[in-house]
């Protein structure tokens, strides 16, 4: 049974689908893998999520391939990715083949909401991690709960793959210098809320961030990675306060099997003055392609795009990769996990 859904008109939110997969951690150790039909939690009111933030993602995604094989892309880096964000926030590490078993079961138990290959939408996976142990005072919890569900997504490009402006804004800082940026964790984007919905009223897509220290390096956009290709290089920052993106990991080596050189280094605010192409990087578009960046403080104007289309190695990048997560390409790095008969 497949599902109901328009596919070509699918957002980027929130769609219930039939099961999601869950597994607590009590007792200093983690149980059963459960199987919910249920949208809800039922949690304490003084769980230490709720007061102290004790809250960890992820995202990825799964496709379906012309051959009807269903792909998750670089599962192995996400459930790494958030063993590291458990660290620094002091939860409980969700063992790797944990977080990968009930990713897999997640995406076979909801395998009719796998949008069809052509359609341009993919299944968003979203694993979640919470201290659920009530207690007031401020301290580790000593429960956990590790949630993973499923929707369906659409193509991120409703009006295709187009370049977008972005503001810088030194109002805001959305992490510290040597705070919580480089885990993914929700805190982060609480404090990115207020700049963010600001850059919205304004006309702009994100907020390009300045390292929190000095104000002088480029950092973040928003919740993605940023690129930038300077005379056939790939370029993009070096930055103890930025989340290490999976895509951004992911166009590094596909440039550089292109033969593009991969500068990973502070980029000053300056350089923009001379970078060719831009761009933000995250699974929700791989890669958006940047057309302005207008710091709002300076009045100055960066005009990456001149014919306001997307630069060649952008688009090359985004093309490569859209098509090895979708198995029109060849693997070669071995970067999908194939879910058999479903
Ligand atoms: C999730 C996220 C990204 C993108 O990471 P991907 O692994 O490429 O999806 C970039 N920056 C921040 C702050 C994020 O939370």
């Given at each position: ?124 996976i979203r694993p979640l991690e919470i201290g659920m142990t009530a207690q007031i005072g401020v301290h ?203």
């Amino acid at each position: 049974m497949t599902s109901q859904l328009d596919w070509s008109n699918l957002g980027f939110g929130y769609i219930p689908t039939d099961y999601n997969v869950r597994c607590w951690y009590r007792n200093g150790q983690w149980g059963e893998i459960e199987v919910s039909s249920s949208e809800t939690i039922n949690m304490h009111m003084a769980a230490t999520s709720l007061h102290y933030g004790q809250e960890i993602f992820e995202g990825l995604k799964a496709f379906r391939g012309k051959d009807g094989k269903v792909r998750i892309f670089r599962l192995d880096q996400n459930a790494e990715r958030i063993r590291e964000s458990a660290r620094g926030i002091k939860m409980e590490p969700v063992p790797e083949e944990l977080f990968k078993q009930m990713v897999v079961k997640c995406v076979e138990l909801n395998a009719r909401f796998i949008p069809p290959y052509g359609s341009g939408a993919s299944l968003y996976i979203r694993p979640l991690e919470i201290g659920m142990t009530a207690q007031i005072g401020v301290h580790p919890s000593s429960e956990y709960l590790f949630i993973v569900m499923v929707m369906p997504v659409g193509p991120y490009f409703k009006e295709g793959f187009r370049p977008t402006n972005i503001c810088i804004m030194r109002e805001f800082d959305r992490v510290a210098p040597k705070g919580t940026g480089r885990w993914k964790v929700g805190g982060n984007y609480a404090a990115s809320l207020e700049a963010g919905e600001r850059a919205h009223e304004l006309g702009y897509s994100a907020v390009l961030y300045l390292d929190p220290r000095e104000k002088k390096y480029l950092d973040e956009c928003g919740p993605a990675n940023f690129f930038a290709i300077r005379d056939g290089k790939y370029i993009t920052p070096a930055s103890e306060s930025i989340l290490p993106s999976v895509t951004n990991n992911s166009l590094q080596q596909l440039a550089r099997d292109m033969g593009i050189p991969v500068e990973c280094r502070h980029i000053e605010l300056d350089e923009l003055e001379h970078i060719d192409e831009a761009g933000a990087c995250g699974t929700a578009a791989v890669a958006s392609p940047v057309a302005q960046i207008h710091d709002l403080d300076t009045g100055k104007h960066y005009i990456i795009s001149k014919d306001g289309e997307p630069g060649p190695i952008t688009t090359k990048l985004y093309n490569k990769l859209r098509a090895v997560q979708l198995g029109d390409e060849e693997d070669v790095h071995g970067w999908n996990t194939i879910v058999e008969g479903i």
